[in-house]
């Protein structure tokens, strides 16, 4: 499912134009093979559809390009939109005592007034940064106890969801292009322009949207979702690269990857480990969004012929068979919408979470009755084996349809609790454990 946080900046965003479209490379032959496949399976004139094999589609997506085409059994199904600006101190503090934890954990605001906020990266020196979805900026969180400053520290930038901190340098990833920031704890009151370090990606904002991971190397994982729901895409999307921030040179981890906003390096192995987010409108129970391990590099996980490892694409599976790719670790459930992970590396919490993955879901739009909008915890081998997942933190989904809060990240705080991004409340949480 689009990991889609309301549609009312889309209007602004898709007045976006390709500045590198001579980059992306479409297989013609493939498409042209593919037409008469298309035409033949256009749906009822009374269901919205998408061409979403023509490069205007890409460069200049319609405003609801993510609702995908729709089916009799899902028609009208749209995301819904939250609070535009978060919510208050209050509320979040009202709506965190319906938050179901195991015994002897307790959650706590953390700060408000962090609008639209997604992925989170702790500086050197104890700051907290935060990236954020739809409103351009990039925050700083300072200060102790319930004394927190957030600040805009970084603004009119066009959706810098994903960051990384390494060595003294902020690292913000803009749809288009990774920037750095040297030095940024040190420039809080007046951050200076950033330098780019990596722009050869494509600007499609259609799940352009980027996470940014950081390995034992100092280089970063980068995803590079798909701008459609289900298509042939561009083939410098529906991928993982590993890009050197310092050279700008990078390589290609893995294929095969519809939308990915979440990935984490395992501890043990240093393997990469990424949640990704399925296709909508296949129905209400599939196909599941999944958990990957790169277990070598350039695998192929399936997009688009074959969904959770076991489910062809009644439109593109073109002959191909689900055998062919890498099957997920683990199938997370359907149209949960994972997106920011971390293995707990922590000291804090009991023994039986130590390695294991938390999970932020942001929760489902195509599904007639929402699932996520909670944290879950996996228990995984190194290799990817024995697989076990319970949910850790739930509560933010009341009733059928209605959101009090979508996680969106995860981060370890230096005394071993944990930070959960919620960008429908705008704010930051925080899970301790006390016997």
Request: charged share 20%.
């Amino acid at each position: 499912m689009p990991d889609t946080h309301a549609p009312r900046m889309w209007e602004e965003m898709m007045m976006t134009r390709s500045k590198r479209f001579a980059r992306t490379i479409v297989a013609g032959s493939v498409l042209l093979a593919g037409a008469a496949l298309f035409a033949a399976a256009a749906p009822a004139a009374d269901l919205k559809h998408y061409e979403s094999q023509k490069k205007d589609f890409w460069t200049n997506p319609p405003p609801d390009w993510f609702l995908g085409d729709e089916t009799e059994g899902q028609k009208g199904l749209a995301p819904v939109q939250g609070p535009a600006t978060g919510l208050s101190a209050e509320e979040i503090t009202a709506n965190l005592e319906k938050i179901k934890l195991p015994q002897g954990f307790h959650i706590s605001l953390y700060a408000a007034g962090v609008n639209s906020a997604r992925q989170m990266a702790w500086g050197d020196r104890g700051t907290l940064f935060v990236g954020a979805f739809s409103v351009g900026n990039v925050y700083a969180i300072t200060g102790q106890g319930e004394k927190k400053d957030v600040k805009v520290v970084i603004k009119g930038l066009k959706m810098p969801t994903g960051i990384a901190f390494h060595d003294g340098t902020l690292y913000v990833a803009d749809i288009d292009r990774i920037l750095a920031y040297e030095h940024a704890e040190d420039m809080l009151d007046k951050m200076p322009d950033g330098k780019v370090v990596y722009d050869d990606m494509p600007s499609y904002p259609a799940h352009g949207w980027k996470y940014l991971t950081v390995d034992k190397d100092g280089w970063l994982y980068v995803p590079f979702g798909v701008p459609c729901n289900i298509c042939l895409p561009p083939t410098n999307t529906g991928q993982v690269r590993r890009v050197d921030p310092k050279t700008g040179m990078a390589e290609l981890v893995a294929i095969g990857v519809r939308n990915s906003v979440g990935g984490a390096v395992d501890p043990r192995t240093g393997d990469y480990w990424f949640s990704e987010n399925a296709r909508d409108w296949l129905g209400d129970d599939k196909p599941s969004d999944k958990l990957n391990h790169v277990s070598r590099m350039g695998v192929h996980f399936g997009y688009p012929y074959c969904h959770q490892g076991d489910i062809p694409d009644p439109k593109y599976a073109m002959g191909h068979d689900c055998s062919e790719f890498t099957p997920p670790v683990l199938k997370l459930g359907y149209h949960v919408a994972p997106l920011g992970m971390k293995f707990y590396t922590g000291d804090q919490f009991p023994a039986q979470y130590k390695n294991g993955i938390f999970i932020a879901e942001h929760g489902s739009w195509n599904r007639h009755k929402f699932q996520g909008a909670r944290i879950v915890h996996v228990a995984v081998d190194p290799d990817g084996k024995n697989a076990k997942e319970e949910v850790f933190a739930s509560g933010w989904l009341q009733g059928d349809r209605e959101y009090t809060g979508r996680p969106a990240d995860i981060l370890l705080a230096p005394d071993g609790s944990m930070l959960v991004a919620d960008d429908w409340a705008g704010a930051v949480y925080q899970i301790s454990y006390r016997q």
